[in-house]
């Protein structure tokens, strides 16, 4: 068996070293470190960029959020002080009427009384009587017939004030109503506008999550893409230690 010599090594060294060079000038022609490292910078820059992004969209989806609270909480109050308003509203409405109809009773009740004086008197003139019976008062004492004309006329006078204030207190009853229902279309407005606002601003958070899941689905993208750009030039500044120590060892 033929003993290799010293030439013998060095050519299978050389050819060693060349087919190392070769593949690693294969590897260096699909790879170049310069590019792989500013891809690899590119990459860090974009995704620092995407980064502030999405801290932006993130503080601008809170302040939404807050927004939203302090509307809904605006919202909270406003339809308080309109059930407290209606409720004194209705309350005041519901006295008016009542004390009305105790007036409309005794005012029903004087005027009854009235009628009935009245009718009296005109019976017993066109019956020519002079006699003093009529109309008994709370005592059931019959009336001296010369204070009738004077009685008749304070009940009248007082089914006038009656009829005044009645009507004073169905002009009253007339204006809370209207009232109410004027206050009643203006809340109703404002909470159709805040309702209205409320859906805006649900809809701008719909768009900022969307938008957030969005640029965190990029930045995902791109820290695989920069991981593999890293793995890349490891592996490229691995093989050419190998290749400078193989060519340091030889020329040793």
Not at 127 to 149: A, L, M, R, W
Request: aromatic share 4%; with cysteine.
């Amino acid at each position: 068996m033929k003993t290799p010599t010293l030439n013998d090594l060095t050519e299978d060294f050389r050819e060693s070293s060349l087919e190392s060079s070769d593949d690693n000038n294969s590897f260096n022609g699909d790879l170049d470190s310069g590019e792989v490292c500013a891809a690899s910078d590119q990459n860090k820059r974009v995704q620092m960029y995407e980064q502030r992004k999405i801290s932006d969209l993130e503080e601008r989806l809170t302040n939404s959020e807050k927004d939203k609270i302090s509307l809904h909480e605006a919202l909270i109050r406003e339809k308080d002080d309109v059930i407290k308003s209606l409720r004194f509203s209705i309350d005041l409405i519901t006295e008016t009427k009542e004390f009305s109809i105790k007036q409309m009773k005794s005012q029903i009740y004087d005027l009854q009384n009235a009628i009935d004086f009245k009718n009296s008197l005109n019976l017993n003139n066109a019956q020519g009587v002079t006699t003093c019976f009529g109309p008994k008062d709370e005592g059931n004492n019959f009336i001296n017939p010369k204070s009738n004309h004077n009685e008749l006329q304070a009940l009248q006078n007082k089914m006038e004030s009656l009829e005044i204030t009645n009507r004073k207190d169905k002009e009253l009853i007339a204006e809370l109503e209207s009232k109410i229902k004027v206050e009643n279309a203006e809340i109703e407005l404002k909470i159709k506008e805040k309702d209205s606002k409320m859906e805006d601003l649900k809809k701008n958070d719909d768009c900022l999550r969307a938008r957030i899941a969005e640029l965190e689905n990029k930045v995902s993208i791109i820290s695989a893409e920069l991981k593999e750009k890293e793995n890349q030039l490891s592996q490229y500044t691995l093989s050419d230690r190998i290749c400078r120590k193989k060519t340091t060892n030889f020329a040793a």
